[in-house]
C-alpha cells in the first residue's frame, strides 16, 4: 500500500507568531501531537505535518520544498526577497491572516531634525531590513549607510553605532522607552500565509482544504449574525445601515402586522455606532451574535 502524502506547513516555533499560528490550525479543526520540543508535529486527524522554527527560516523551507505552506510577517518574507537573487520569487502570499499587524518605520532621537526623507542623505541607519530600506532609500533617491543589527536596533542611537533606526514597531513603547520617535513608515505588514507552487496533484488539494478553511475560520471571525424587529416601514432603511451584509432574511413576527424579523450576516465589525443607528432607524430587540464557522 502506497504511503498517505502528506503537506507540511512551517510555523513559528516561539514568538509573536507561534500561539496565533497553532490556535489556527485548531480553529480549523487540525489537532496537533504537540510538543514544542519538537521540530515535526505530526496532525491526527488530517494529512498535514507542522514544522515549528525560526520566522527568518521559513522562506528557505518553502522556497526548497520541506514544506508547502507557511505563515509568517510580510515583513520577513518581502526582506528575503529584496535581499536574494529570485530564489523566493516563487513564494505567494495566499492569505492576509489579520494578526501580527507591525510596521516598518524609520524612527529617529529626539533631538535629531527630521523634516522629511530627504533628512537621512549623508545619515548612518541601523536596521535588521537592509533589504526594504535599501529599496526605499533607491527609490526616493536618498544616499545613507546601513548597519545591519540582528537584534536590539533600538539602541543603535544611543550607543552611537548609529544616526537612526529602521525597526518594526507594533505599540511604539519601545521607540519610546529609547528615546526615539516614528517619522515614516516603510511597510505596512502582518502574519500571512505563504505558498509556494506545488506540482503534486494531491498535495495540492490538501493545501486547497486547508487554505480554505483557514478563509473560513478568518471570515467567521470577522463576521457577526445580527438579529432585530424593525417596523416594516422601516426595512429599506435598516437594511442601508447593516455593514457589509448581502441579502439578509426578513420574516413576519407573529401578532406583529406592522413589524418584521431581519437577521443577517454582517462581514464588517458591529459597533456600538452602529447599533445605535439601527436604533433610530426604528429598529428594537437588537442581538449580535458571534459565528463560529462558515461555508459558502
Ligand atoms: P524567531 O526566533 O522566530 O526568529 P523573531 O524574534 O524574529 O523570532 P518575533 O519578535 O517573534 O520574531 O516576531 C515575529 C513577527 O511578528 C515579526 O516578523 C513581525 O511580522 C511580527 N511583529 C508584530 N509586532 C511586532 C513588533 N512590535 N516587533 C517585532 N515583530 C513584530
Ligand atoms: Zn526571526
Avoid at 501580527?100 to 532621537?109: D, E, H, N, Q, T
Avoid at 480554505?212 to 471571525?221: D, G, M, Y
Avoid at 449574525?225 to 455593514?243: D, F, G, Q, R, W
Wanted: net charge negative.
Amino acid at each position: 500500500m502506497s504511503e498517505e502524502k502528506r503537506l507540511k506547513i512551517a510555523i513559528q516555533k516561539s514568538g509573536r507568531l507561534a500561539d496565533m499560528s497553532l490556535q489556527l490550525l485548531e480553529k480549523c479543526g487540525i489537532f496537533l501531537t504537540k510538543s514544542r520540543d519538537q521540530l515535526l508535529c505530526r496532525a491526527q486527524n488530517f494529512p498535514l505535518d507542522i514544522l515549528l522554527v525560526r520566522d527568518d527560516d521559513i522562506p528557505a523551507f518553502l522556497a526548497t520544498d520541506v514544506c508547502q505552506l507557511g505563515i509568517l510577517g510580510q515583513n520577513v518574507l518581502l526582506e528575503k526577497q529584496a535581499i536574494s537573487n529570485g530564489i523566493f520569487s516563487s513564494l505567494e502570499q495566499l492569505l492576509p491572516i489579520g494578526q501580527g499587524k507591525c510596521r516598518l518605520s524609520i524612527a529617529v532621537p529626539h533631538d535629531f531634525i527630521y523634516e522629511s526623507i530627504a533628512s537621512l542623505n549623508g545619515k548612518v541607519i541601523a536596521t535588521s531590513y537592509k533589504g526594504l530600506l535599501g529599496q526605499y532609500l533607491a527609490t526616493h533617491k536618498i544616499k545613507a549607510d546601513i548597519v545591519t543589527m540582528e537584534g536590539a536596533v533600538e539602541v543603535a542611537p544611543r550607543t552611537h553605532l548609529a544616526d537612526v533606526i529602521c525597526d518594526l514597531v507594533s505599540t511604539g513603547s519601545t521607540l519610546i522607552s529609547n528615546g526615539l520617535v516614528e517619522k515614516d513608515v516603510i511597510l505596512e505588514s502582518q502574519a500571512v500565509l505563504v505558498m509556494n507552487q506545488i506540482s503534486d496533484p494531491e498535495i495540492a488539494a490538501i493545501a486547497d482544504k486547508i487554505t480554505s478553511r483557514i478563509k473560513a475560520v478568518l471570515r467567521a471571525e470577522n463576521s457577526r449574525y445580527i438579529m432585530l424587529n424593525s417596523p416594516t416601514k422601516s426595512l429599506e432603511a435598516i437594511k442601508a445601515v447593516l455593514p457589509g451584509s448581502k441579502s439578509p432574511t426578513v420574516m413576519p413576527l407573529q401578532g406583529c402586522d406592522d413589524m418584521v424579523a431581519v437577521h443577517a450576516v454582517c462581514e464588517e465589525g458591529v459597533f456600538w455606532d452602529t447599533m445605535e443607528d439601527l436604533k433610530d432607524c426604528g429598529a428594537n430587540s437588537i442581538l449580535v451574535v458571534p459565528i463560529e464557522k462558515m461555508l459558502d
